[in-house]
């Protein structure tokens, strides 16, 4: 493959080398001081992933933000709370470092009676009157705290007993179901959380709209029956099907199938993804992250 290398050229044993200076021609004989090593692509993906690795833990960012943010949210649904939780790629061990928010997920017990818009914009004008500057996304609040930026999910219990929950979609004023703890089974269970988070490096450094648990899944499908391969092969194969196959590809939420993930961008969007894919696989690997 012509694509995805090092780009640096090497010098090897000592050699005679010939040039010019001022119109005359003298030679000497040149020993590099040092030898160059040729560049291991595999050593590279493995010192960003060291690098982009997140603290888990009751002393991690995750743990001290739902520490520091649970009275306030206590609070704000009185007897409606059912529990405060870390999601996300927290949950799901897919977060890197470098770009990565704090997913909270606020549960509502099933009798909270009033509706998911108002639950959700409810929440939004409570941290806006206490001094925070929320934003409203999709289905999560975000807010900066201590230089730290966490997204909040508003969720209601659909029964007592299973983890089944109704979230309300700010963009298309409607509601979909989800269970955060069958989407972080699910991921973890396929044992591609390296890969998973190495294109999420990629994806940040390049800037593109791609949906944290619709990379996971992509992931896990480019990486589906795959035999044993090094960490460079499989990035490669990553982006092989992000260019070949990911455009046209449908992906179904594992909790459910009424919720198509692959909806969550446009085509267009699928298609800028395809072209930075096919653009890494004719670059180095310096160029495909940093």
Not at 145 to 165: E, T
Request: hydrophobic share 40%; glycine share 6%.
């Amino acid at each position: 493959m012509g694509g995805l290398r090092s780009r640096c050229g090497t010098l090897g044993a000592a050699e005679d080398v010939a040039l010019c200076r001022c119109g005359v021609w003298m030679s000497f004989h040149y020993q590099p001081a040092t030898p160059v090593h040729p560049f291991n692509p595999d050593r590279y993906l493995l010192q960003i992933l060291h690098r982009e690795a997140v603290p888990t833990g009751p002393t991690s960012a995750a743990m001290k933000a739902l520490i520091g943010l649970y009275p306030l949210i206590r609070q704000w649904a009185n007897i409606h709370l059912a529990s405060m939780f870390p999601s996300g790629s927290y949950a799901k061990g897919t977060a890197v470092r470098s770009g990565t928010d704090i997913d909270l997920f606020i549960s509502l017990k099933h009798t909270t009676l009033v509706t998911l818009e108002d639950i959700y914009w409810s929440l939004f004008d409570f941290l806006k009157n206490r001094g925070f500057n929320p934003k409203a996304q999709n289905v999560s609040i975000n807010i900066r705290v201590d230089g730290v930026d966490i997204d909040l999910v508003p969720g209601r219990l659909q029964n007592a007993l299973g983890g089944y929950h109704s979230l309300y979609k700010r963009k298309v004023r409607s509601w979909q179901q989800t269970h955060v703890q069958r989407h972080v089974a699910h991921v973890r269970s396929f044992n591609r959380l390296p890969e998973t988070r190495l294109m999420k490096v990629w994806r940040n450094q390049w800037n593109l709209d791609f949906p944290s648990f619709y990379l996971e899944m992509v992931v896990i499908e480019a990486m589906k029956d795959a035999p044993a391969m090094n960490p460079a092969k499989r990035v490669v194969r990553v982006l092989e099907y992000l260019r070949d196959k990911f455009p046209t590809s449908r992906f179904v939420d594992p909790a459910n199938t009424n919720n198509v993930i692959s909806d969550d961008l446009t085509a267009t969007e699928r298609m800028t993804i395809r072209a930075a894919a096919d653009r890494a696989l004719r670059g180095s690997w310096a160029e495909f992250i940093r």
